[in-house]
T-cell receptor, first 109, second 115 residues
Framework: AQRVTQPEKLLSVFKGAPVELKCNYS??????LFWYVQYSRQRLQLLLRHISRESIKGFTADLNKGETSFHLKKPFAQEEDSAMYYCALSYSGTYKYIFGTGTRLKVLA | ETGVTQSPTHLIKTRGQQVTLRCSSQSGHNTVSWYQQALGQGPQFIFQ???????GRGNFPPRFSGLQFPNYSSELNVNALELDDSALYLCASSPGLAGVHFEQFFGPGTRLTVL
């Protein structure tokens, strides 16, 4: 069955430290992977998608099919990065999305 | 440009009742998806409507049903409410079938409490 796992419920880092939010998935085909973010009192919004290979707000994520991972990384965390982050998988031909349980990132001053 | 709106904001129902939640999609969007988000969980896909037809459904029983109207707004109906239906219900719209090519834009959600 398709599944997205985010092993950390909470990740606390100091400002300026590197950040890595982990995401592992299980899917036998070609997945489409996304990171969504929800800042305090705001709506859930797309942060980035693997097919774009873009960097948004300094965040990047590389799809590793061998390790079935799509970890989100940022070299230097900022306080405004504090938010809830969800990894999501969409599998081809269905347009269904599977979200992970989310990781709350707290960036400490 | 108006974003995705949902009504009502909060709702309290009792077990066995029926509920209708509403969603207005963002201007120019013809696709609406509904999600259920229980406390401490990620959003769970319920179904997606594209041009007034259901296109994709998650693992939800038939008592969860929906509609999409010609103006692309949508309703989520839940019959025979159960305590476990208590959750935040999110609506998301996109300019085409949501996937790699079309970004989903989420509404603020409707918080449903079933007593």
């Amino acid at each position: 069955a398709q599944r997205v796992t985010q092993p950390e419920k909470l990740l606390s880092v100091f400002k300026g430290a590197p950040v890595e939010l982990k995401c592992n998935y299980s899917y036998s085909g070609s997945p489409e992977l996304f990171w969504y973010v929800q800042y305090s009192r705001q709506r859930l919004q797309l942060l980035l998608r693997h097919i774009s290979r873009e960097s948004i707000k300094g965040f990047t994520a590389d799809l590793n099919k061998g390790e079935t991972s799509f970890h989100l990384k940022k070299p230097f965390a900022q306080e405004e990065d504090s938010a809830m982050y969800y990894c999501a998988l969409s599998y081809s031909g269905t347009y269904k999305y599977i979200f992970g349980t989310g990781t709350r990132l707290k960036v400490l001053a | 440009e108006t974003g995705v709106t949902q009504s009502p904001t909060h709702l309290i129902k009792t077990r066995g009742q029926q509920v209708t939640l509403r969603c207005s999609s963002q201007s120019g969007h013809n696709t609406v998806s509904w999600y259920q988000q229980a406390l401490g969980q990620g959003p769970q896909f319920i179904f997606q409507y594209y041009r007034e037809e259901e296109n994709g459904r998650g693992n939800f029983p038939p008592r969860f049903s929906g509609l999409q109207f010609p103006n692309y707004s949508s309703e989520l109906n839940v019959n025979a409410l159960e305590l476990d239906d208590s959750a935040l219900y999110l609506c998301a719209s996109s300019p085409g079938l949501a996937g790699v090519h079309f970004e989903q834009f989420f509404g603020p959600g409707t918080r449903l409490t079933v007593l």
